[in-house]
């Protein structure tokens, strides 16, 4: 199973687009965002996403309300602990508001810091995709995991 990764879009509803049209293209079978839509209108972008989503709620998303209501549910506050695969995966914006050590989780999700990285822990993956507004470096990414390898690689889009 691959899914999507992707976090801090900020309201750029271009890379927004571009990111949807990847996953597609890559054939995701889930995506999950770690926060920072910004604004409820972005949600229109995914809407086109031609699989499943989920995402929870980051420290620039002050309309929460209307987020939740343009996602039908899909964003919630985090940190999410979800299983997809036989494999269980915690959500977050940002990973200050968990330990990730204690964490019980084979992937770990997180946004926030606009860096991405992939880090292999033993027995748990830990990913940021970056910034896929490209507002902060100039430099939009998302990161698609295989859940069965769990191995992670990050795209610019």
């Not at 920072?36 to 620039?60: E, M």
């Not at 992937?107 to 995709?129: D, Q, R, S």
């Not at 939009?140 to 990050?154: E, F, G, M, R, Y």
């Amino acid at each position: 199973m691959k899914i999507g990764l992707f976090s801090d879009t900020h309201d750029n509803l271009p890379n927004i687009e571009k990111a949807v049209k990847f996953f597609n293209r890559k054939k995701v079978d889930f995506v999950l965002h770690a926060g920072d839509f910004v604004a409820p209108f972005t949600i229109i972008k995914l809407i086109k996403l031609k699989c499943k989503w989920i995402g929870v709620f980051g420290n620039n998303d002050g309309e929460k309300v209307g987020l939740a209501k343009m996602s039908k549910g899909r964003i919630r506050q985090g940190p999410l602990r979800i299983k997809l695969n036989k494999k269980r995966i915690t959500l977050v914006h940002s990973l200050n508001t968990i330990d990730p050590d204690k964490e019980k989780a084979d992937l770990i999700v997180y946004g926030h810091t606009h860096c991405f990285e992939v880090i292999k822990k033993p027995a748990k993956l830990m990913v940021n995709p970056g910034e896929a507004s490209g507002w902060l470096y100039g430099k939009a990414t998302v990161a698609i995991v295989d859940l069965d390898s769990l191995k992670a690689l990050i795209f610019k889009i």
